[in-house]
C-alpha cells in the first residue's frame, strides 16, 4: 500500500531520470570490463531508489552524483548520458521545489568537487546545468527588475507617545518573497504574489529628530534572484506634550527629595514688614513643603499660608524664631535655610530654586 | 533568516577539503624512479597503462607465470625473500626481464650465481637519440635495435655451474666506457662494442638483464615498445612496484590507482561520503 502510493506520486522527471540512469547501468556493463566498475555501478544502483522517492533536494542530489560517476565511461556516450542526467535531475529541483534551491544546488554543486578532481570530464555537465541556473537566474532577475517600492510617511511630527507609522507597497509581477528591514534588522517578511501593501509603525525613545532607515529585500521563490531597495531614511521630530514634560519634572524632583532630610526653616525679618505686606511663598509642588507664614513686624495683617502639600509631607513647618543656641548652631551648620522675602534657597547637597 | 553555526560550516569545510586532498593527491603527479605514476621521464607511466602492478610479489605465487612476463625495475638490491619469489616464478615457466642499478643487478646476479664487476658507463657518441645517454643497442637474438637509458658495461668474472651467461644486446663499436666519470672520453678508456644485455639460464629458469638504468621507462619507453610486443608475444606484462610498499603514500596511490585510472572502489567511497555530507546537511537545514 505504501509502495503503490508512493508510485502514483512520482513525477515524470524523476522516471526519466531513473530510466537513463538504468540505461547507462546497462551499457556501461556492455562496454567496460565489469570487473573495473563492479562498485561505482552497485553505487549507481542504489542511489535509484532515492532519485525516485527521495525529496528533491536529495532526488538532484543522487542524480548528479549518479551522473558524474557514469561520465568514467570517459567516452562520448556516457558523457551525454550523463549531461542529460544531471540537467534532468536539476529540472526536477526546480519544478518541484516550492522552496529555496539555491542552497541546495550551490552545495551539492560544491560538495562534489572532489569527483571533478579526480575526472575532469564531469565539469561538462557541471557547465550545462550552471549554463541552465544561470538562465533561469537570469529570467528571475528580469522578473524582480520590474518591481517597485512606495513608502509613504503618515506624519513627520509626532508626540512621543505616539508610533511612527508609515506606509509600503510593494509591487512585483508573479510571486515573491519579501522582507522590510529596519536599520538592517527584519521586521516583516513574507512571499506574496503580484503586490504586497503593509502599514508598520515604531515606537521612538528619544525627543527630537530621529531617523528610521527601512531597507526592502525582494526574492524569488526559488532564491534564483534577489533584489534589494534602500535604505531609505524617513525622519520624524518627537515632541514632548506639556502635560507630559510637567510629569516629567515632577518625577524628577520626586526623586531627588528621598535625598533630603526634612529642611528646617527659619524666618528672618529683614527689616520688617510693611503694614499690609505679605510675607511667605509657595511652595512648589514636589519640594513644596514649606509654606511660610509671613507676619508683619509690626503686628500687622497675617500673609497667607499658601503651602502646596507634597507626598510625605502634609503639614506646614512649624516657623520658630533662631534663639541662643540655635543661632550658634546655624554658624557651624553648613546645611542652613535662608528666608527672603520671597525666596527660599536650600543650600545642602544642590540648591534648588523655589 | 536562518543562520547556520559557524562551527557546522567548518565541519562540512574540513569535510570537503579533506575529500579535495584526497582527489588531489590520488591525481597529481608524484617523482619516483620506476614509478608506475609518474610520468616524467624516469617514471613507468607509459608501460603502467597496459601491465597489471604487482604490489607484492608474493602475489606472483597466484598468476599463471607461464604466460606472463614479469618486469623488474629497481634503484636498491632485492631482498631474500624477494629472490627466492622470483626464483620460484621463473621455475614455474615466467620469463623475467630485469634492469636498473647496478647494486640491485648485483643482488640478482649473484642470487642466480653469477659473479660479476663493474665497469663503468658507456657513452656513445655516434649512436644514440641526441642524448649521450640514450644509447642505441642492437638485439642479436631479436634481430631489432633498441634505444635504453644510461647503459654500463659489467665484466662476468664467473658462474655457478649450470648457469648459462649469453650476451643478446651490444652497443655500437664507437661506445667507451666512462671508467674516469666525467662524461668525456679519456686516454685509457676502452672503445669497443659492449654487451648491454644478457639472458641467464638456469635449467627452466630464464632471465633476460639489461645492465641499463632504464629500458621501459618513459624516456626511452616509445622506442621500445616493438620490442616489448615480440618479447611478450601473448604474455601477460606484469609490472613490478612491489618496492613501494615502505613509502605508505605512493604504496596508497597505487592502491587507489588502476592502469586505467581511479580505482572503482575508491571513486564509489568517496561518492558514497558525498552523499551522506549532503544528506547530513539536508536534515540539519530541516531540523532548524
Known amino acids: 500500500m505504501y509502495i503503490e502510493l508512493h508510485l502514483r506520486n512520482i513525477k515524470l522527471s524523476r522516471l526519466i531520470t531513473s530510466g537513463i540512469i538504468t540505461l547507462a547501468i546497462v551499457l556501461y556493463v556492455f562496454n567496460t570490463s565489469i570487473q573495473d566498475a563492479i562498485y561505482v555501478l552497485l553505487l549507481i544502483f542504489v542511489f535509484i531508489p532515492l532519485t525516485l522517492f527521495g525529496d528533491q533536494h536529495v532526488a538532484f542530489a543522487t542524480s548528479f552524483i549518479s551522473s558524474c560517476l557514469i561520465s568514467y565511461g570517459r567516452n562520448y556516450l556516457f558523457l551525454s548520458l550523463s549531461s542529460a542526467i544531471s540537467l534532468l535531475g536539476f529540472l526536477t529541483l526546480y519544478r518541484e521545489s516550492s522552496d529555496n534551491i539555491a542552497n541546495s544546488f550551490y552545495t551539492v554543486i560544491l560538495l562534489c568537487t572532489p569527483l571533478y578532481i579526480l575526472n575532469p570530464l564531469t565539469l561538462v555537465q557541471v557547465s550545462i546545468i550552471l549554463l541552465v541556473y544561470l538562465l533561469l537566474a537570469i529570467r528571475e532577475n528580469l522578473r524582480l527588475g520590474k518591481s517597485t517600492v512606495e513608502v509613504y510617511q503618515d506624519k513627520s511630527t509626532i508626540y512621543l507617545d505616539e508610533q511612527a507609522k508609515y506606509f509600503v507597497l510593494i509591487k512585483c509581477p508573479g510571486a515573491f518573497k519579501y522582507k522590510i528591514l529596519e536599520s538592517g534588522k527584519v521586521v516583516e517578511e513574507g512571499s506574496t504574489v503580484n503586490e504586497i501593501k503593509a502599514e508598520l509603525s515604531r515606537d521612538f525613545e528619544y525627543v527630537g529628530l530621529n531617523e528610521l532607515h527601512v531597507g526592502f529585500f525582494l526574492e524569488d521563490l526559488k532564491g534564483l534572484a534577489k533584489l534589494s531597495y534602500g535604505p531609505y531614511t524617513l525622519k520624524y521630530i518627537v515632541l514632548l506634550r506639556t502635560s507630559t514634560m510637567v510629569k516629567r519634572a515632577e518625577k524628577i524632583l520626586e526623586k531627588y527629595m528621598s535625598y533630603i532630610s526634612t529642611p528646617k526653616v527659619h524666618k528672618v525679618v529683614i527689616g520688617g514688614l510693611l503694614q499690609g505686606e505679605t510675607g511667605g511663598s509657595r511652595g512648589v509642588k514636589g519640594i513644596g513643603q514649606v509654606g511660610l507664614i509671613g507676619k508683619g513686624a509690626l503686628g500687622g495683617e497675617e500673609s497667607g499660608p499658601k503651602s502646596t502639600t507634597s507626598e510625605g509631607l502634609h503639614k506646614p513647618l512649624p516657623v520658630t524664631e533662631p534663639t541662643g543656641p540655635e543661632r550658634s548652631w546655624r554658624k557651624k551648620r553648613k546645611d542652613f535655610f535662608m528666608v527672603s522675602n520671597c525666596t527660599l534657597h536650600i543650600k545642602g547637597d544642590r540648591d534648588v530654586p523655589l | ?288
Not at chain 2, 634503484?75 to 627466492?84: A, C, F, G, M, V
Open chain 2, 1 to 288: 533568516m536562518l543562520r547556520k553555526k559557524p562551527r557546522i560550516i567548518l565541519l562540512y569545510a574540513i569535510v570537503l577539503g579533506v575529500l579535495i586532498g584526497l582527489a588531489s593527491f590520488t591525481i597529481l603527479p608524484t617523482r619516483r624512479d620506476y614509478y608506475a605514476l609518474d610520468p616524467g621521464e624516469h617514471g613507468q607511466s607509459e608501460i603502467a597503462k597496459s601491465t597489471t602492478w604487482i604490489l607484492s610479489l608474493q602475489e606472483l605465487g597466484r598468476s599463471n607465470p607461464i604466460n606472463s612476463l614479469l618486469i623488474i625495475a629497481r634503484d636498491s638490491p632485492l631482498k631474500e625473500s624477494e629472490l627466492s619469489e622470483l626464483q620460484s616464478f621463473a621455475e614455474n615457466g615466467g620469463l623475467i626481464l630485469i634492469y636498473g642499478s647496478w647494486s640491485a643487478l648485483k643482488s640478482i646476479l649473484e642470487y642466480f650465481g653469477v659473479t660479476a664487476e663493474y665497469r663503468g658507463r658507456i657513452i656513445d657518441p655516434v649512436f644514440n637519440m641526441n642524448n649521450p645517454d640514450d644509447v642505441i643497442v642492437y638485439l642479436n637474438t631479436y634481430n631489432t635495435s633498441i634505444v635504453i637509458y644510461s647503459p654500463y658495461a659489467i665484466t662476468v668474472i664467473e658462474t655457478r655451474k649450470g648457469v648459462q651467461v649469453e650476451p643478446i644486446a651490444y652497443s655500437s663499436p664507437y661506445s667507451y666506457t666512462d671508467e674516469i666519470p666525467n662524461n668525456a672520453y679519456d686516454v685509457g678508456e676502452e672503445i669497443n662494442r659492449f654487451p648491454v644485455a644478457y639472458r641467464i639460464s638456469i635449467g627452466s629458469v630464464e632471465l633476460i638483464i639489461f645492465t641499463a638504468l632504464g629500458v621501459f621507462t618513459n624516456n626511452v619507453f616509445n622506442y621500445n615498445r616493438g620490442f616489448l610486443q615480440v618479447l611478450c608475444e601473448s604474455r601477460e606484462i606484469l609490472l613490478d612496484q612491489s618496492f613501494l610498499r615502505q613509502d605508505y603514500l605512493l604504496y596508497f596511490k597505487l592502491i587507489v590507482n588502476t592502469p586505467r585510472g581511479v580505482s572503482s572502489i575508491y571513486i564509489s567511497i568517496i561518492a558514497l561520503v558525498l552523499m551522506v555530507v549532503i544528506y547530513v546537511y539536508r536534515a540539519t537545514l530541516k531540523k532548524h
